[in-house]
């Protein structure tokens, strides 16, 4: 009888232990559900901090985000090639691309010379973009999933206090620890390049008007734009190099303010309507109103590409710290100014599909 007592005794420990085990599981799925809201799915993981890194006791993780699209895939291996080599601190590249070009980007980075890259890849779900970015069913191919992975850096490196994120057309010339080390005011959760303040300022976008203040930017017809209150003069901001405060992010819930407004235009067409940049630029435009810190305009010299022609004197642009070529000429199309520099920290395609992109690139600028 007492053997009989303890076999349904065990018998029932251990189906509770069960039933616990599986609401524990079911919690735990549910949490990374909740916690990755947007199907940033982690593909290839870190490897080891490398021996000179321990040995210098450089181990503190700089953690850099970039997106990286099939098309224009040279761009962001040329950036991160020009920022490893210039830094013997502890960066973390956070690729984030789609999921049709994570083979084409293990393989460049694995039989090329930056298998020695500390990265992660990200594939990004554009299907967290529905009802919030305006799509034109004849134009559907023009939308770029990947330009707003910027708005979801919580989610993409969710244990940074801190990160930088840059655009794919940008070269880094200097050690990007000092950007890193941007200090950023309290309560501010970035810190970007003021266009007025910059050694690149009132640059007229052909087409376009005036591209460096709010009105370039957003349509001040409209009433829910007017009842910001936004000056319109206000000098306006780039965002493809910026510095985050993730804390504060997260604190001020950055990233669903920003929703908010994409959801908001597709509602009521809030942007200008001569619009030249992306339309990424407005959402980020209203939440961070007079609420960002600046990072040294040498950090970001751009409007390489926004002419055939050279802007710049090779002093200068020898001097800048990052080049960025924002603009409809890119470095690797090879008509856009100082093409030689990006040329320099170019890794070529071991697959040859990059080469064929850049010649029908060339091809389409000379027309």
């Known amino acids: 009888v007492n053997i009989s007592i303890l076999i349904v005794a065990v018998v029932i420990f251990l189906l509770v232990l069960h039933h616990n085990f599986l609401g524990l599981s079911d919690f735990l799925k549910q949490e990374l559900s909740d916690s990755n809201p947007v ?23 700089i953690s850099v985000v970039i997106a990286a699209s099939d098309e224009r895939l040279g761009g962001a291996i040329a950036a991160m090639n020009s920022i490893y080599h210039h830094t013997k601190s502890n960066v973390v590249f956070y690729i984030v691309t789609l999921n049709d070009t994570v083979d084409h980007l293990r393989l460049w980075l694995s039989n090329t010379a930056l298998k020695n890259l500390r990265y992660r890849i990200l594939d990004f779900d554009p299907r967290v973009l529905e009802g919030k970015v305006q799509v034109d069913p004849q134009k559907a191919d023009t939308l770029k999933p990947l330009t707003f ?14 990160v930088i994120y840059v655009d794919d057309d940008i070269i880094v010339q200097d050690d990007i620890l000092e950007l890193y080390n941007t200090p950023l005011k309290p309560g501010h959760a970035a810190a970007f390049s003021d266009d007025c303040d910059s050694t690149t300022n009132k640059v007229a976008v052909r087409g376009a008007g005036n591209q460096y203040n709010y009105i370039g930017f957003l349509d001040y017809k409209k009433e829910t734009i007017r009842k910001l209150a936004m000056k319109a003069n206000t000098c306006s901001f780039n965002p493809g190099v910026f510095v985050a405060n993730l804390t504060e992010w997260k604190l001020q819930n950055i990233t669903k303010q920003l929703e908010k407004w994409m959801a908001l235009n597709v509602a009521e067409e809030l942007y200008s309507r001569t619009l030249a940049g992306s339309i990424t ?16 305009p040498m950090w ?7 002419s055939a022609g050279k802007r710049y004197s090779p002093q200068f642009v020898k001097a800048a710290k990052l080049l960025h070529w924002n603009g409809h000429f890119k470095p690797w199309g090879r008509t856009a100014s100082y093409a030689e520099v990006w040329e320099k920290w170019y890794v070529p395609d071991p697959t040859g599909k990059f080469s064929l992109i850049r010649r029908h690139s060339e091809a389409y600028e000379a027309k």
Do not use: C
């Open 281 to 296: 630029t407005p959402p980020l435009l209203i939440v961070f109103y007079k609420q960002h810190s600046s990072i040294d």
């Open 39 to 61: 199907g940033l799915q982690p593909i290839d993981f870190i490897p080891a901090v490398p021996q000179r890194l321990e040995d210098e006791g450089n181990d503190k993780e």
């Open 300 to 306: 970001n010299v751009r409007h390489l590409g926004s």
């Open 149 to 162: 992975a910027r708005f979801y850096l919580p989610y993409l490196v969710p244990h940074a206090e801190k």
